[in-house]
Structures are given as structure tokens and as C-alpha cells.
């Protein structure tokens, strides 16, 4: 959104008035129409008629709005400020300089005192949100930057040589994917920022918008950094990326600016997920290196997840049916945490599988609350033919007893509607199983 910025600052002639007679300086503010009005009127001391002052409005350290005006007849003043920019409801200083000195200060008030504390509120609600968004975007990279890495660098050094040309292909197309898709959501935070930089004048929160803006810049250049190492590990090579120093210093120094306590740093790193799944099917069962266990029905075979270029690190195994079904087993991190408990955790799981399955015309059927597990059941379309979706998202064992769980282990069956009622009762059975945490 472009803001435009209007000042008007005017001095007037004024009767002579000397001593106790002089009146002092006075500011307030008016939010008119389409933009918010600040006058001031009164004498300056020391100044002649024509001397050329300066007027800003003030918040702590941070100035704004500044203009040069020339003053009347024994320091007589007037000032009209307009601007289409936001100063949230609170008290701002108005001072007028000459060279630098301060001459004059007067306080105004921008809305009213009840207004201050919900507006303080909800810009901090907001800056934590595009916080949340540059940590997502940093584990993205991350994540998908060692995992892909981890793919190539693991079968160079099983063979002695450089991967082969069918992991290259799939690992560099499934990279790129998690680029696309950074680039994406970096336009989207970068622009919704943009519009907080300009529309916002004298932010309560400057220390935190400051660190938040260089994140920006420091995850393009960890990008950069990223994107090198990656290409190393085409031709075989360990290129190690480091420490992402400068993001985590912004994470560590918004954190601290917004009053958040936790530590959330590895929250913007890899973490487990970026090491490649090291379980695979065995006796009927799959057990993840994670601690999660599924039960594999009969007639489903382990797909090669990482010759595709749909590898990701979410997906910790892939099981298909010759007629179409498929078993993938998905983790879901999560560090703005939600209750575990069913009625919140319903919530939160209906909400991600109308947001992930909404284009694949989802229609829900029906939701169920568990101990610790939430299922969902509908239909979607499959390659353009009917189908059937299940989805039971779960608590990991060890985050039973913790009010706000930063994982979830999803199960996501798939099935093409006309292979339902053969192979629809084991499904259900595998679902039912895994909801109740069997194996575990």
C-alpha cells in the first residue's frame, strides 16, 4: 500500500506580547477524514520575525513529521501537520528547533486514554505474526537445505563417487520446489512489511521492527549461502553453510523487543526433521526414527521417496496400493503451539485440512476426538476421479502430558472411490490403530 504524506506548516503574525503575557506553546490532534491533523499554536522565546525553526513530533527517541517554517512577529507560531500515516492512540511530544537546539516542547494526545493499551496490543499481536512468519521461512530453507543435502552427500559417500543422475535430477527439482515456494511467502511478508515501515510513524515497538527488517535482508543472504552449499553436494561435495549468525541475532534481539520469553532459536534452524527418515517396513509395520509406529496393511509396498521430486522431509514414508491408495505418514512441527487436547486440537486439524486438501475439492465428512488423536473424513478428487480421505493427526507419546505440543504425527490415506470397498475396512482398521497410539 503506497502512503502519501502530506505537511502543512504556516506561521502567522501576532500582536507583540512580552513577560508573564506570553503565551505558551499548545499542540493537539484532530483524526480527520483521510488523515490525522496536529496543530500547534504559540510563542517561541528568542526568535525573531522570519527566523526559520524547525517542528517534529517526537515519541521517545524517534522523530517524524519534521518541517521547516518561518516564525512571526515576536516568535508567534502556528503549525498544521496532516498526515495519511498512523500514530497509534497515545501521548507524542511536538518540538521546535533551531540549529539543532530545542527551543520548544509541548505534548499532545492522538486518540483517547483507553484506546492506548488495545492498539499497543494489537501491533505487538501483529509484529509477533510477522515474526512467526520469518521463523517458518527460515526453517524452511534450513530444513529442506540439509535434508536435500543429506540425500546427496549420503549415497556420494556410500559409493565413493558423485550421486547418481536420477537423485541429482529429483533432489535439484525437489530444492527448487522449496525455494519457489520461500520465495513466495517471503514476497508476501515482505510486502505486508512494507506496509507496516510506511504506514506506521513512530512505532511504540522500534527495536523490534528494526530487527525484523534486517531479518529480511539476512535470510536472503542465507539463502545465497544455502543455495552454494546445496550446489556442492550435486557434484558430492561436503560444503558445510554454517551458522545462520545473522537471522538468529534478529530472532534473538525481536524476541526480546516484543517481551517473549522463550527461547526459540532452534525453532529456526532444521531441526530432526531435516535428517533423512532411517526406518523402513518391516514384519507388517513401519517404525520412523521419530518413535511413531504404523501398521501396513497388506498389498502395500514402500515408494523411493527420494528419486521424486516431491521429497520433502515432512514425509517420513510413502505406501502404495496397485489400485491407487496410498498410506504416507506426515510430521507437522509446530512452534506456535496449540492445546493438545481434542477440542483444540479438532480445531486446529479441520482448519490445516480444508487449508491443504481445499483445492483438491474436499468435502469433510465427518471429525472425531480421541485421547490424544483427532481423525477427519471426507472426500476429495484423486487425478480427476473420486476418492476418499482420512486423516488422524496424533500427539507424540513423549508430549502426552504437555499442555502445548510442538508436534503432531499425521496419518494421510488416499484411496480412489471405486477401490473403497475392497481395500476401505483395512484402511479404517490402520486409521483406528494409529489413532489409539498402537505400536508406540
Not at 552427500?153 to 537423485?167: K, M, Q, Y
Not at 481434542?342 to 483438491?360: D, F, Q, R
Request: with cysteine; glycine share 10%.
Amino acid at each position: 500500500m503506497r502512503r502519501v504524506l502530506l505537511v502543512v506548516a504556516l506561521c502567522v503574525l501576532a500582536p507583540v506580547v512580552r513577560g508573564e503575557d506570553a503565551p505558551k506553546l499548545t499542540a493537539r490532534s484532530e483524526l480527520r477524514r483521510r488523515y490525522l491533523w496536529i496543530g500547534a499554536d504559540g510563542t517561541v522565546a528568542s526568535v525573531a520575525s522570519g527566523d526559520q525553526v524547525s517542528v517534529r513530533v517526537t515519541r521517545g527517541e524517534a522523530r517524524a513529521l519534521e518541517e521547516t517554517v518561518a516564525c512571526g512577529a515576536s516568535g508567534s507560531l502556528h503549525v498544521e501537520l496532516r498526515t495519511k500515516a498512523r500514530l497509534l492512540p497515545d501521548l507524542y511530544g511536538l518540538e521546535v528547533l533551531r540549529n539543532q537546539d530545542v527551543l520548544a516542547q509541548v505534548t499532545f494526545r492522538v486518540g483517547a486514554v483507553e484506546e492506548v493499551a488495545p492498539a499497543r496490543e494489537s501491533l505487538a499481536g501483529w509484529l509477533k505474526g510477522a515474526r512467526s512468519a520469518l521463523r517458518d521461512m527460515s526453517a524452511l530453507l534450513e530444513r529442506r537445505a540439509a535434508f536435500h543435502r543429506a540425500r546427496l552427500l549420503d549415497e556420494a559417500r556410500a559409493s565413493g563417487g558423485p550421486p547418481g543422475r536420477l537423485l541429482v535430477e529429483a533432489q535439484g527439482a525437489a530444492w527448487q520446489q522449496a525455494l519457489d515456494r520461500f520465495e513466495l511467502r517471503y514476497r508476501t511478508a515482505r510486502m505486508d512489511f512494507a506496509v507496516y515501515e510506511k504506514e506506521i510513524l513512530l512505532s511504540p515497538f522500534p527495536e523490534a521492527g528494526k530487527a525484523l527488517s534486517e531479518v529480511f535482508g539476512a535470510l536472503l543472504a542465507r539463502r545465497a549461502v544455502l543455495e552454494a552449499s546445496f550446489k556442492e553436494a550435486l557434484a558430492g561435495r561436503d560444503e558445510k553453510p554454517g551458522v545462520a549468525t545473522a537471522v538468529l541475532e534478529g530472532a534473538s534481539a525481536s524476541a526480546k523487543a516484543l517481551g517473549l520469553e522463550a527461547d526459540d532459536g532452534d525453532a529456526w534452524g532444521a531441526g530432526p526433521l531435516a535428517v533423512p527418515e532411517s526406518g523402513h517396513v518391516e514384519n507388517g509395520r513401519f517404525t520412523s526414527a521419530l518413535g511413531v509406529t504404523l501398521n501396513v496393511p497388506a498389498g502395500f509396498s514402500e515408494v523411493e521417496r527420494r528419486l521424486k521430486s516431491e521429497d520433502n522431509p515432512e514425509d517420513r514414508v510413502l505406501l502404495s496400493h496397485a489400485k491407487g491408495a496410498r498410506i504416507a505418514l506426515h510430521v507437522r512441527e509446530l512452534p506456535d503451539s496449540i492445546p493438545g487436547d481434542p477440542p483444540h486440537l479438532g480445531h486446529a486439524v479441520e482448519a490445516l485440512a480444508w487449508e491443504e486438501w481445499g483445492n483438491s475439492s474436499f468435502k469433510r465428512e465427518r471429525g472425531k476426538g480421541e485421547g490424544e488423536s483427532y481423525t477427519v473424513t471426507g472426500t476429495v478428487v484423486l487425478g480427476g476421479a473420486p476418492g476418499r480421505l482420512l486423516l488422524v493427526d496424533r500427539v507424540p507419546e513423549e508430549q502426552r502430558f504437555v499442555l502445548l505440543p510442538s508436534r503432531l504425527f499425521e496419518l494421510r490415506i488416499t484411496c480412489p472411490q471405486d477401490a473403497w470397498a475392497e481395500l476401505g475396512p483395512e484402511l479404517e482398521k490402520v486409521a483406528a490403530r494409529f489413532a489409539a497410539g498402537e505400536g508406540k
